[in-house]
């Protein structure tokens, strides 16, 4: 009975998510369809608020940590979003396709947060090594938001991936036009 949450319209928004409206919430499926749960949505907007626009990593650093975790979920609608937003914030095509290949034809950064987050699909942990370079690379802050951006893309990959959320219509029309070589 649950499989058929689309993303919820503004003219049935919940009133107990009003203060939502209007702002990061609406602007986007994944939101919307978690809208279906107010109280999730509600407790997960400080939480966005820290991992989407205050994290220790860079905007580069965070978007090869995310485009990765969407890769490895095999989560479209993140894949594409973050196309998106990589491109928005100056990440070259090739740059944006090397993070869905292997690990060793990336940039040696681009290699140990990605490999990062295939440690933590594939190990559920950090191996010390790892943890070592990443302190050196992002410091112990950046260590931890980076195991947060996995934790929180992966819930919201889960979301788009089971109740087939479409990706949103500017981000698709994008695509379109101008698809990832």
């Keep these: 009975?649950?499989?058929n949450l689309k993303p919820i319209a503004d003219a049935d928004w919940p009133e107990s998510l009003a203060s939502l409206k209007g702002g990061f919430a609406t602007g986007l499926n994944v939101y919307r369809t978690m809208a279906h749960?107010?109280?999730?949505?509600?407790?997960?907007?400080?939480?966005?608020?820290?991992?989407?626009?205050?994290?220790?990593?860079?905007?580069?650093?965070?978007?090869v940590v995310i485009l990765r975790t969407g890769h490895r979920l095999g989560a479209a609608y993140e894949w594409a979003h973050h196309v998106h937003r990589g491109r928005k914030i100056g990440m070259t095509d090739t740059r944006?396709?090397?993070?869905?290949?292997?690990?060793?034809?990336?940039?040696?950064?681009?290699?140990?947060l990605a490999g990062a987050v295939?440690?933590?699909?594939?190990?559920?942990?950090?191996?010390?090594?790892?943890?070592?370079?990443?302190?050196?690379?992002?410091?112990?802050?950046?260590?931890?938001?980076?195991?947060?951006?996995?934790?929180?893309?992966?819930?919201?990959?889960?979301?788009?991936?089971?109740?087939?959320?479409?990706?949103?219509?500017?981000?698709?029309?994008?695509?379109k036009e101008n698809p990832l070589a």
């Design 96 to 112: 944006i396709a090397s993070i869905a290949g292997p690990v060793a034809a990336m940039s040696p950064e681009d290699a140990i």
């Design 118 to 175: 295939d440690e933590l699909f594939d190990h559920r942990r950090l191996s010390p090594a790892t943890q070592a370079a990443l302190v050196d690379l992002v410091g112990t802050h950046g260590m931890f938001d980076l195991i947060a951006t996995v934790g929180f893309y992966s819930v919201l990959g889960f979301i788009v991936e089971s109740f087939d959320t479409p990706i949103d219509a500017a981000v698709a029309a994008e695509l």
């Design 1 to 3: 009975m649950a499989t």
């Design 37 to 63: 749960h107010p109280d999730l949505l509600a407790a997960w907007a400080p939480l966005r608020a820290h991992v989407v626009t205050a994290p220790a990593l860079t905007p580069d650093q965070s978007e």
